[in-house]
């Protein structure tokens, strides 16, 4: 009696311990599966909010192109746009009319880039939007400076989404230099301009809007052709 008392006290204690490992492997799996789900669930949520800034930066750009195009019905020409902002000098000095901040002109607000939009690079100029007349885009209908307006330094991941949208690709072109010596005028950082050309970025060539980078992918920058006549 006492020998089968002892074997059924052995079974049991093999089969606890075999319980204990069982219950031990699924809080385990259970975990693994928490902690995917909470990673997706936050990939999803980062992604989200790119695409929300990537539309906002998109629009921004097409309420700009909106207002040159009105200005331009109203009777101004592409020499005539004044890119003066309200807080530089002349900016409430008449004549209005072609001033495209002013109340009197255009009436555009000038566009500020939210600090989760912001690239991480220290870059000059800062990170922020620059408008300007000053180089060719190759593959414009004009063979004359455009009216450009850019979004520098901003993050790869909104650059990705902005691409999405605008080219349908996730693919960012890449400028042999700085992106600030095409989009942005050379004044604004004491540098000079080179036009824009299919030599120089290949996959840019045909899109009035991109999202770009240079060779280092280390600066990104988001252009519009607001003007090419």
Known sequence: MKTKTYRYQGQSGNALIYI????????????????????????????????????????????????????????????????????????????HIHKIYHPAGGGLLKGRIPASVKGTASTTPVSGWYMGRFNNVEWTASSGNEIILTAYN?????????????????????????????????TVFSGGNSDLTATDCPACEGF?????????????????????W
Do not use: H, W
């Open 154 to 186: 901003i993050k790869e991941s909104v650059c990705k989404q902005i691409n999405k949208q605008a080219s349908g690709t996730t693919s960012i072109p890449v400028l042999p230099g700085d992106p600030k010596t095409y989009l942005i005028d050379g």
């Open 208 to 228: 009035m809007s991109l999202c770009v980078s240079n060779n280092t992918a280390s600066i990104f920058a988001f252009y519009t052709v607001l003007a090419d």
């Open 20 to 95: 204990l490992i069982a219950v031990a492997l699924f809080a385990a799996l259970s975990m693994t599966l928490m902690g995917q789900t909470r990673n997706e669930s936050v990939d999803e949520v980062d992604e989200a909010k790119n695409e929300m800034y990537a539309t906002q930066v998109i629009g921004y750009a097409a309420q700009a192109k909106s207002i040159l195009d009105q200005m331009t019905f109203s009777g101004s020409k592409i020499a005539q746009f004044d890119f003066t902002l309200p807080n530089e000098s002349g900016f409430n000095t008449a004549p």
